[in-house]
């Protein structure tokens, strides 16, 4: 006898970049792993959206357009430093965790989804993902920098700041305000800007905060971790309900 299947209509399909773990850093596993913090996929389903982790491995561009071409939107996840290598400099020695085939991934990813119109949130490493996929760099260590407000840090911890938001953004209309509270933990920031990206977010100390890829219907990117908050703050659980209400247009047009 078969198993009986929920008949009911398709929730929206969003890809979630997942990330490799060493078997050594994994209590009790036996296996290198792969895995995404919980916080990102229940932002999707509390949004009535369905999740899929991907697996990181190099791709070519036909390859990535082919795989996202399952799917309705796509969530770039946070996670460790980008190979500064693959912006045209040398490494700071505070960089960490760095993985290049998922480097390599996540950028055909986004530059693949950025030709299709596909709907994008990118998540502090995410953001940084879309920047460097436009073309842009990154400042390596930006918390010896005079004047910089707390913003976390990746090894010690998260802060909550204000995040300013350009009134005419896209995403200052997602969130339903143009300042708002933000759970923050990087140690880098968007230096010289990707092709076809606006900043549409600052700190009070002036750092970016939020981007915009100009032209396209909602590809955004914002440095601060909406997960961490999302379940007690609507402001930022908004972030995932409109990446999925993007994804379901997408599905129906």
């Given at each position: ?45 509390r949004a009535g959206g369905e999740a899929a982790v991907l697996l990181p491995l190099e791709l070519s561009a036909e390859e990535a357009a082919g795989l ?186």
């Amino acid at each position: 006898m078969g198993v009986a299947r929920h008949a009911g209509p398709m929730l929206p399909l969003l890809a979630v970049t997942g990330r490799h773990i060493d078997q050594e850093r994994v209590r009790a596993y036996r296996a290198d792993a792969l895995i995404v913090p919980r916080g990102y996929v229940d932002g999707i389903r509390r949004a009535g959206g369905e999740a899929a982790v991907l697996l990181p491995l190099e791709l070519s561009a036909e390859e990535a357009a082919g795989l996202l071409s399952r799917f309705d939107g796509l969530l770039l996840t946070g996670g460790g430093d980008l190979n500064p290598a693959r912006y045209g400099q040398d490494r700071h020695p505070t960089v960490y965790g760095v993985d290049d085939e998922r480097d390599g991934f996540e950028m055909a990813l986004a530059r693949a989804a950025i030709e299709a119109e596909m709907p994008v949130l990118g998540i502090c490493r995410g953001m940084q993902i879309l920047n460097v996929a436009l073309g842009g760099t990154l400042e390596q260590h930006i918390l010896d920098r005079p004047g910089l407000l707390p913003h976390g840090d990746p090894t010690q911890g998260a802060v909550l700041h204000a995040v300013g938001l350009d009134p005419a953004s896209r995403l200052a209309a997602t969130i339903g305000t143009d300042r708002t509270m933000c759970s923050s933990h990087h140690h880098q920031a968007v230096d010289r800007l990707g092709d076809g990206l606006r900043i549409v977010g600052h700190s009070d100390d002036g750092l970016p905060e939020a981007v915009e890829v100009e032209g396209a219907p909602w590809i955004v990117g914002v440095q601060w971790h909406p997960e961490d908050t999302a379940a007690a703050n609507p402001e930022q659980q908004r972030l995932f309900d409109t990446l999925v209400a993007e994804a379901a247009g997408a599905r129906r047009s």
